[in-house]
């Protein structure tokens, strides 16, 4: 991939912060979701997840890739090791999705202790039609929004003059064919 998101810069500077709550909170209410329950995903999910749920006065709970190897072996923490969700409607908060495989798994697994996972919002998208895969192949499907999509970032880049044509045109490459792109420009593809 040429270019990298780093939305973890973002945790260095309150007013970013704010503004970034602020959009997920205007997608919640754009959308209807109307939910009961903020959860973040692990690790990047997680403070603007409870940023958003802080915003909202909702309670909090996050999601790890997997059930932790100790302790209460817990995959969503926030709740009582007793309890699930009991069927309430929770929002997924992710920081950043491209294929949306660990966005998806995070939807299943609130779905699995009993919550209603029906969207899932992130600060930036790729805007992958893999990610559409991922979350159209849920049952039920889950819809997904971000703040901001790949193309949309190319476009202020390409406008803002914070770009050269040539790194404008390698980036257009990419999103041509973001998965032959690293083989096409020498970086064979790992087994």
Not at 21 to 37: K, M, Q, S
Not at 91 to 107: C, R, Y
Not at 140 to 154: A, E, I, K, Y
Request: net charge negative; charged share 25%; hydrophobic share 40%.
């Amino acid at each position: 991939m040429p270019i990298y998101n780093d939305n973890r810069m973002f945790l260095f500077h309150p007013e970013i912060r704010r503004l970034i709550a602020r959009g997920l909170a205007d997608l919640v209410e754009g959308e209807g979701i109307d939910p009961e329950v903020v959860a973040g995903t692990a690790t990047a999910g997680i403070p603007h997840g409870a940023l958003l749920a802080d915003l909202l006065s909702l309670p909090f709970i996050y999601i790890r890739d997997k059930p932790k190897a100790h302790g209460l072996k817990n995959r969503i923490e926030g709740l009582d090791a007793e309890s699930d969700l009991g069927g309430r409607r929770v929002v997924v908060i992710e920081d950043l999705i491209s294929t949306g495989g660990s966005s998806a798994k995070a939807v299943q697994a609130v779905r699995e202790a009993n919550g209603r996972a029906d969207w899932c919002l992130s600060i930036f998208s790729y805007g992958l039609d893999k990610a559409a895969e991922q979350f159209d192949s849920l049952d039920p499907p889950c819809r997904f929004d971000s703040l901001l999509t790949f193309p949309v970032l190319l476009d202020v880049a390409r406008t803002g003059g914070f770009l050269d044509n040539a790194h404008i045109a390698l980036l257009e490459s990419w999103q041509e064919d973001p998965f032959g792109w690293g083989e096409a420009h020498g970086f064979p593809m790992s087994s």
